[in-house]
């Protein structure tokens, strides 16, 4: 497979600028970007005006998604000496008074940076139902497809930069745009170990035909397009546009790892999950708004204490370098790191060693974006059975982060249908949780 890299010289192509090539310039001005009546100047002034509605100093979240539920008293909310509190011991932080499970001893170096939200609570055992509420803020409907938190963000802030895709899920489904259309949905990477798969093609295909069929495809949808499809037709133009731009920037070489420092990766962890983490970094450097990256295997029913040491392994080395190098680089201010999953689990072991499904009181790990450091917002009770302190619902944790985005959570849309859905369905922001 071969990197596409522009040249300036293509064979046959129109608009050479005296050339026997078309400038990058160029084929930008009157090739994916001269059709379906959008041109560069105008989505690049959507976008500034969308940059300068914001008005707080945070401007990306990364998402860790820990997809299956994971167990709040084997990770952020331990409960030593109660009869709940499982095989695992507490270890001190850098957090004065904060404790965590022992297998996070490098996320316990980092948590003088973050903050830990121990009184989250839903009423969505399901794995489905409770997924899309934490990534919507709605429950599930038959008649709308809510929007995820990414698409919403896109949607208000806009873009930072235009060459590269503005939400990016890594490693797992997520959710997509809903009832806002394509034009925000995520750019999925399903393999983090082969990112720029869809960027390459085959030795074969010079960059001469490639412009080729580009401008020959333009002057099909010229025609498609005057026949006033729809929004369905604008929204295809739009993703083609944004593909080839892609093709032709630097900024997509965050997703490339290749020249990344080995020892670096290895930090990370040299697994699927720890190159996502290190890829989200990178592209937070390049202005993408929301990141999601997905680490599966929480939904432990059984054998808990070797699933928990497991993904351990794997979270906690990634987790902790992310907010190390984000703090370091300056970046944790503007970035906002949230860990969780859709629900917790059961604060008594079941017969085969494992937590069923539990959302009365779940955690989320939180770091950047303006939070506070080393504070822990909420609790649950004595055998982390009940919230005692401060409930959290999802839609708080939500309105949170949109408030320190700059984003006026209750701010509404309107379906296809014309019914308005608010930005948060409900919930108010955590200031205590805010420095």
């Not at 401008?215 to 080839?244: P, S, W």
């Not at 390049?286 to 794997?314: M, P």
Request: glycine fraction near 12%; charge should be neutral.
């Amino acid at each position: 497979m071969a990197k596409i890299q522009p040249t300036g010289k293509a064979d046959g192509c129109i608009d050479c600028d005296g050339k026997n090539g078309l400038s990058r310039r160029s084929f930008f001005k009157t090739g994916v970007f001269g059709f379906m009546g959008l041109g560069l100047l105008d989505l690049m002034k959507a976008n500034l005006l969308a940059e300068g509605a914001a008005g707080s100093g945070c401007d990306s979240v990364i998402l860790v998604w820990l997809a299956g539920g994971p167990s709040h008293i084997d990770t952020f909310d331990p409960k030593p000496g109660q009869p709940t509190a499982g095989p695992f011991k507490p270890i001190n932080t850098s957090a004065d008074g904060i404790q965590i499970c022992e297998h996070f001893p490098q996320l316990a170096k980092q948590m003088k940076h973050g903050s830990l939200v121990r009184s989250l609570t839903s009423k969505e055992g399901s794995h489905e139902r409770a997924t899309y509420e934490m990534h919507t803020g709605y429950k599930p409907l038959g008649s709308i497809t809510h929007p995820s938190l990414g698409s919403l963000v896109i949607k208000t802030k806009g873009r930072k930069n235009e060459e590269i895709p503005a939400y990016v899920s890594i490693g797992g489904t997520s959710f997509g745009a809903g009832f806002l259309g394509a034009q925000v949905a995520p750019f999925y990477i399903g393999d983090p170990n082969n990112p720029t798969r869809n960027l390459s093609f085959d030795r074969e295909v010079t960059e001469g035909r490639f412009r080729q069929r580009v401008e020959l495809l333009k002057n099909l949808d010229m025609r498609f397009a005057g026949e006033k499809r729809g929004e369905v037709i604008e929204e295809y133009a739009v993703q083609f546009r944004e593909a080839v731009r892609m093709m032709y920037s630097k900024s997509v070489e965050a997703f490339d790892l290749k020249k990344e420092d080995a020892e670096k990766i290895k930090k990370y962890g040299e697994n699927g999950f720890g190159r996502s983490m290190l890829i989200a970094r990178r592209l937070v450097d390049q202005g993408v708004r929301f990141v999601e990256c997905s680490l599966g295997g929480w939904d432990n029913h059984n054998d808990i204490d070797k699933a928990i040491a497991n993904n351990a392994k794997t979270l906690d080395p990634a987790l902790s370098n992310l907010v190390e190098d984000l703090n370091a680089s300056g970046q944790l201010k503007r970035t906002l790191v949230i860990c969780t999953g859709e629900f917790g689990r059961t604060p008594k072991v079941n017969g085969t060693g494992g937590r069923d499904h539990y959302p009365r009181v779940f955690s989320a790990f939180v770091a950047g974006g303006g939070v506070k450091q080393g504070y822990v917002y909420g609790s649950s009770d004595a055998t982390g059975t009940e919230v005692k302190d401060l409930p959290v619902k999802p839609g708080d944790l939500h309105a949170t982060m949109f408030d320190q985005l700059g984003i006026d959570f209750t701010k509404e849309f309107q379906t296809d249908q014309g019914r308005p859905i608010k930005i948060v369905n409900e919930g108010k922001p955590l200031k205590d949780l805010i420095a």
